[in-house]
């Protein structure tokens, strides 16, 4: 088998859209779970709302910069939506309802009524509204080559796409590093360990919550579109699995850590393609079709997150001893 | 009825035909597959729905009105393409069945093509068709590749909600809801029982149903053994299952002290690699465990399957079971100790575990059995149908009062109804998505459900 090939492909995908799209997704759970201890486990809904808003507003003719703007003030809402009613319950209660909610933006998106506005279960297709981020690239219609990696400047997957998402990556990161060592990080932190303890302090935990929630949502929504350009807006390609993976990403990197989230999905990714990769070079093809093979990973990630989850839940850079789970 | 499946269908073809009229162009970083539907010497088809997987990705497409589906891949690589053989018109079956799914290879900045040949199915009516032709509903099965686990089960509509002449629409929808709410009810009552014990929510009884309804899909289909034995062994499986699960899984968690949390992302992550290795297994098609459509019997305004009858019997016979045990036998009031306070309950020594491994067991035989009965029901299985069930049976057991049985039965009775009777108002593809508003509105204004106790909530 061609391992030069393979490790191509693995790094490509290390460092590829949908790489970004979950470390940016996962930052957010990591404001939602990794400081403030909440579970939510909808984090695919604030990424398809982020992707619809950013679609639909183009679609409209809105320019870059609104589009972005409707994204965020999508997943804001939503997030006000489920954090008013929930956040005052017990942990497993936003679980349920966050993973209800997703649930339905997918099930409403996907719906043929609306096919004028989503394009129904078909989604829409990349031409409707990349055209905006496209012609903000400064580069030049071509392809370029970085070592074994051929790439188009600025259409779809594209180099353009892989800069900016990164960029936006170092940013979130730089916020996260910044926030946690501000008051309003350790107040997050306080609500974590001991939620009765910093209300007795006279903080007002439900807004801390709400506040949380929000700005994480805001990061799922910048991964949604991350994700959608670099392929095309479709409902069922965020859904619950989705949610799962950015769990997973999560708890893998670190919760409650600066780079954990970055860190564990570019694990996550170059793990998976390379044993994708590995078994479809090793396995003959008639043992195993494609499809059993990528089966194989996905099963293999399921069981990672029990793993870690029981035997490490700090992850690979987190601190055992801060990171104390509460079902609140 | 009718003249609701005719607006669907006009309003699905609209709009595969609105998709298709932003034709794909092949440029440097887009690779165009042109699928068609065609009957040879006929024309095309309408409505059948395309996966495309592939390369991380996976895309679902309905043939618009000329039969043609266009597929826009960002990736070049091999990808197959699956014809969902559900949604081909009645009467009517593909000609080169080997041939499905077949494989394309896709280049950047070419088009590709695959031609589906649809024929009239050899013997007429021979043809497991479920009970709406075409609606345009498009399924797009595999978790693994896009990570969408549900699409396909939602385009599953049960015989029962589209009735032919001769039904009130109405009164065929009630009596829907209500069948569809009974064996929701036994599939969804192991879950509460597992969180008044434990206190756990677990996300993998979706896949303890699937477990059922693929179990029985194997007795019968390849084991030709007879149906209500093949019941018998997927009740058995699920009961397995459970104490296997216990056993190894969450006792030891148990006995470590691990969280009641981080058990809930342990059933998260057993549920994706069970939903996974159902892929792996059985793949994406639909599995029923009978073929062919069972008589429907006319009783007054309304007509109901002998097969979705005695699912509803055999259902209210074992709830009944449940009710008694729980109530009046020594392991029941053990059960109703433990759910209301463990260390209590093991100060008057009722062995905790023991009672905990008992619940786990029933638990899972229960969504075992209503795993078969609904997918009998359903008209047929497939890998994902319990995961997309799971958040109905949350919503049923968090309406009824997480921990309260008789309350697990109440809510998915409401969620049942609220599912079939939300067609009359909404497109059947967003009937789940209406019983999940549901879920949201009681816990915002009712969070310990309907007969849930107040200090639950926390």
């Known amino acids: 088998m061609d391992f ?5 492909n693995v790094l490509n995908e290390m460092l590829g859209p949908t790489a970004i799209a979950y470390a940016l997704a996962a930052i957010g759970l990591n404001f939602h779970f990794g400081l403030t201890g909440l579970i939510n486990m909808g984090q695919a809904g604030f990424m398809l709302l982020g992707a619809y808003g950013f679609a639909i507003a183009t679609v409209h003719g809105a320019p870059l910069w609104l589009a972005f703007l409707v994204a965020v003030a999508a997943a804001v809402v939503f997030a006000l939506l489920l954090g008013l009613p929930t956040l005052k319950l017990r942990g497993d209660y936003l679980a349920i309802v966050t993973i209800a909610a997703a649930e339905i933006v997918r099930m409403v998106g996907r719906s043929t009524a609306l096919t004028d506005v989503t394009g129904g279960s078909e989604g829409l297709t990349g031409n409707v509204f990349k055209h905006t981020f496209q012609d903000a690239s400064p580069f030049p219609d071509d392809r370029w080559s970085l070592g074994p990696i051929t790439l188009a400047t600025n259409a779809s997957n594209s180099w353009w796409l892989r800069i900016v998402g990164w960029t936006l990556v170092l940013l979130a990161c730089l916020l996260v590093w910044r926030l946690i060592r501000s008051p309003w990080g350790r107040v997050l932190k306080g609500i974590r360990e001991d939620e009765d303890a910093v209300r007795a302090l006279g903080k007002n935990v439900y807004g801390y919550k709400l506040q949380a929630l929000v700005l994480g949502g805001v990061f799922g929504a910048l991964g949604g579109i991350v994700f959608v350009l670099a392929s095309s807006v479709q409902a069922d390609s ?13 708890l893998l990197g670190g919760a409650a850590t600066v780079l954990g989230p970055v860190l564990g999905s570019l694990l996550f990714w170059g793990a998976l393609i390379f044993v994708r990769g590995f078994l479809r070079g090793v396995v003959p093809p008639d043992a195993l079709t494609v499809q059993q093979i990528e089966q194989i990973g996905w099963v293999l990630v399921g069981l990672t997150l029990m793993l870690l989850i029981v035997f490490r839940p700090q992850g690979i850079l987190g601190d055992k001893k801060e990171l104390a789970i509460n079902a609140r | 009825m009718l003249a609701l499946l005719t607006a669907l269908t006009t309003l699905g073809v609209a709009g595969s035909a609105q998709a298709a009229t932003t034709p794909c162009s092949p440029d440097d970083a887009t690779a165009c597959l042109n699928l068609t539907a065609t009957v040879p010497g006929t024309g095309p088809v309408a409505g059948v729905a395309l996966t495309v997987e592939g390369e991380g990705t996976t895309v679902a497409a309905t043939t618009d009105a000329a039969g043609k589906a266009a597929v826009p891949l960002t990736v070049a690589g091999e990808y197959t393409v699956t014809v969902d053989e559900s949604t081909l018109p009645a009467g009517t079956a593909l000609k080169d069945p080997a041939a499905n799914p077949a494989t394309v290879t896709v280049a950047l900045g070419r088009s590709a093509g695959r031609i589906v040949q649809v024929v009239p199915a050899g013997e007429a009516g021979a043809e497991p068709t479920t009970g709406a032709p075409t609606s345009g509903t498009t399924a797009s099965p595999a978790p693994g590749a896009s990570a969408d686990a549900d699409a396909g089960a939602e385009a599953e509509a049960s015989a029962e909600a589209s009735a032919g002449p001769g039904t009130n629409r109405y009164a065929q929808l009630l009596l829907a809801g209500t069948v569809f709410g009974v064996l929701l009810a036994l599939a969804s009552l192991g879950a509460n029982l597992i969180y008044g014990t434990t206190g756990l929510s677990n996300f993998a009884h979706g896949e303890l149903v699937t477990l059922g309804g693929m179990t029985a ?15 018998v062994v997927a009740t058995a499986a699920g009961g397995l299952a459970g104490w296997l699960l216990n ?3 969450f006792a030891p968690l148990r006995r470590r002290g691990v969280g009641i949390t981080q058990q809930m992302i342990v059933t998260i992550g057993l549920s994706l690699a069970l939903l996974s290795a159902f892929l792996f297994f059985f793949g994406a098609q639909p599995a029923p465990i009978v073929s062919g459509i069972s008589q429907r019997m006319q009783l007054g305004p309304v007509q109901i399957s002998a097969q979705s009858l005695i699912s509803v019997a055999i259902a209210l016979v074992v709830l009944a079971a449940v009710a008694f045990t729980l109530a009046r036998t020594r392991l029941g009031r053990a059960t109703r100790a433990v759910s209301d306070n463990p260390a209590l309950a093991a100060a008057t020594g009722i062995k905790v575990e023991s009672v905990i491994s008992r619940v ?11 795993g078969v009965l609904l997918a009998l029901y359903l008209n047929t299985t497939r890998f994902n149908f319990g995961s997309t069930l799971l958040l109905l049976m949350f919503a049923a057991i968090t309406l009824g009062g997480l921990g309260s049985p008789l309350g697990a039965v109440l809510g998915a009775l409401v969620i049942g109804l609220v599912v079939e009777l939300s067609t009359l108002v909404l497109p059947s593809d967003m009937r789940y998505a209406s019983a999940l508003v549901i879920l949201i509105l009681v816990l915002l204004l009712r969070p310990q459900g309907i007969l849930g106790r107040a200090e639950r909530i926390g």
């Open chain 2, 247 to 249: 056993t190894l899984l």
């Open chain 1, 238 to 250: 965020l859904g619950r699995p989705v949610t799962f993976n950015t769990w997973t990403i999560l």
């Open chain 2, 217 to 231: 899909f194997m007795a019968v289909q390849w084991w030709h053994l007879p149906l209500w034995l093949a019941i």
């Open chain 1, 4 to 8: 030069g090939q393979l490790f191509t």
């Open chain 2, 360 to 370: 786990w067991v029933a638990s899972a035989a229960l969504a075992s059995l209503g």
